[in-house]
């Protein structure tokens, strides 16, 4: 069974920084995409950004030059560095991993169990 786990979340003040991870345990699948959602309270969630197998790397206009999303393949992890945080990124972030399971033979979509994050002085 394979699951994501997410780790990294916190308080942090203004102009600050954090980094978000999520790693997919588990065996016998691979990623066709990885991204970071976030939803603040009385919000829709939203995407923060997505990188998809062969593609480029997109970010939500709000944050463009402020976050930016690498992984590690090996550890099968995706991690989101935030910096020049402001009051309005606080929300909760989820990340979201869509595999390909092999053992199955057939595609997953799987949520992160979501991190707080939360910018106030």
């Keep these: 069974q394979v699951q994501l786990v997410e780790s990294g979340g916190g308080l942090v003040q203004p102009g600050g920084s954090l980094r978000l991870s999520c790693a997919a345990s588990g065996s016998s699948f691979s990623i066709n995409a990885m991204s970071w959602y976030r939803q603040a309270p009385g919000k829709q969630r939203e995407l923060v950004t997505i990188f998809t197998k062969g593609g480029s790397t997109n970010y939500a206009d709000s944050v463009k030059g ?3 999303m690498s992984r590690d393949d090996a550890k099968s992890t995706v991690y989101l560095q935030m910096n020049s945080l402001k009051p309005e990124d606080t929300a909760v972030y989820y990340c979201k991993m869509d595999l390909y399971l092999i053992y199955l033979n057939r595609p997953v ?4 169990q979501g991190t707080q994050v939360t910018v106030s002085s």
Excluded: N, P
Excluded at 109 to 112: F, N, R, S
């Design 66 to 68: 402020r976050f930016t």
């Design 109 to 112: 979509e799987l949520w992160g």
